[in-house]
Nanobody, 126 residues
């Protein structure tokens, strides 16, 4: 029902900025809470940021709060993650995900997200 494709990941120096995009198929995009997750080698996938259906509310993981900004453009079926002040510990594969149900609350657990993109690699060098 929903297909997600991330893009924008690349090698960037510490302190730099990067903008990730997630393009979604289907006109049901606006029905879903969207989230960004990341997974580093040897670590479990963790919640990074989430945004409500209309984009009116956002929520961030403690490790990225104040540095990352999630946004969405429902007319373009696209979710963005603006990453500023990047650190080497931000290095990971970043995944875009769509909640599997129509909700008003942002969930941080992966079990609530039904649709996932393939991931895009972000590498932050020192």
């Amino acid at each position: 029902q929903v297909q997600l494709v991330e893009s924008g990941g690349r090698l960037v120096q510490a302190g730099g900025s990067l903008r990730l995009s997630c393009a979604a198929s289907g006109r049901t995009f606006s029905n879903y809470v969207m989230g960004w997750f990341r997974q580093a080698p040897g670590k479990e996938r963790e919640f990074v940021a989430g945004i409500t259906r209309s984009g009116g509310s956002t929520y961030y993981g403690d490790s990225v709060k104040g540095r990352f900004t999630i946004s969405r453009d429902n007319a373009k079926n696209t979710v963005y993650l603006q990453m500023n002040g990047l650190k080497p510990e931000d290095t990971a594969v970043y995944y875009c995900a769509a909640d599997g149900a129509v909700r008003s609350k942002i969930e941080v657990e992966i079990r609530f997200y039904r649709y996932w993109g393939q991931g895009t690699q972000v590498t932050v060098s020192s």
